[in-house]
């Protein structure tokens, strides 16, 4: 029983009888190397899933990302940062600019024998919050006395207002005396008794805030 190295190997017979004489015969014996199977990287990515608060009140943010990635039977041959399936950067730390949402980032390592491994965290990224504007509101006209012109107690006043939304857009808009509704839209004819009365014109948004003004008629 002979031990041979991997790879071809000249074994030689040989026979030698009484008389000296010998006589040689040679084969040669290839001893194929094992079959090792190639071990790909192990790779992981530091913090996991997780939730990004906004930091400067506009859309998207910075995030920073860390990963490891060893190879046990080899070399890592290059490491990358992928979006969508795209590649973002490259190394095993990124800055990647990620929108309001959720988002899948990828890390994927490559081996010296071309296997790759990756791993996946998904980011939220918190939209930023942005305080309503509520209505401007303007009573055309302000105060003011009006004169009788009928002989009768009271007057039908004639009043306009101007209300707009600078983020959005108005969902409602009413006259008030004493707190009551008394009329909607930007423009109402109201019977005021003889006297002063306080008149409130208000404008609600599409978010509820609501702006208010009076004037003293």
């Known amino acids: 029983n002979l031990s041979l190295a991997n790879g071809s190997t000249t074994v030689t ?3 030698t009888d009484d ?3 010998s006589t040689s015969t040679s084969v040669t014996i290839t001893v194929a190397a094992p079959v090792i199977p190639n071990v790909a990287p192990v790779v992981s990515i530091s913090g ?3 939730s990004i608060s906004d930091t400067d009140s506009a859309a998207g943010e910075t995030v920073s990302f860390t990963a490891t990635a060893t190879d046990s039977d080899g070399s890592v041959a290059s ?3 992928l979006v969508g399936g ?3 950067a490259s190394g095993t730390s990124a800055n990647l600019s990620l929108a309001n949402g959720s988002t899948t980032v990828t890390f994927r390592a490559t081996d010296d024998d071309g296997d790759s491994t990756s791993t996946s965290v998904t980011i939220t990224v918190a939209a930023p919050v942005i305080p309503n504007v509520a209505p401007v509101v303007a009573i055309i006209g302000g105060n003011r006395s009006i004169v009788d012109t009928d002989g009768l107690t009271g007057e039908t006043v004639s009043l306009s207002a101007t209300a707009t939304d600078a983020d959005g857009e108005l969902a409602s808009t009413s006259w008030l005396i004493g707190g009551a509704e008394v009329a909607s839209g ?3 004819n109201l019977t005021l ?3 002063s009365t ?10 509820g805030d609501s702006t208010s003004t009076s004037v003293t008629i």
């Open 13 to 15: 017979f040989r026979a």
């Open 19 to 21: 008389d000296g004489d």
């Open 186 to 188: 930007t423009s109402a």
């Open 198 to 207: 306080t008149v409130t014109f208000r404008a609600t948004d599409d978010d």
């Open 86 to 88: 795209e590649v973002v």
């Open 193 to 195: 008794g003889d006297g």
């Open 48 to 50: 996991g899933n997780r």
């Open 79 to 81: 490491s990358s940062w």
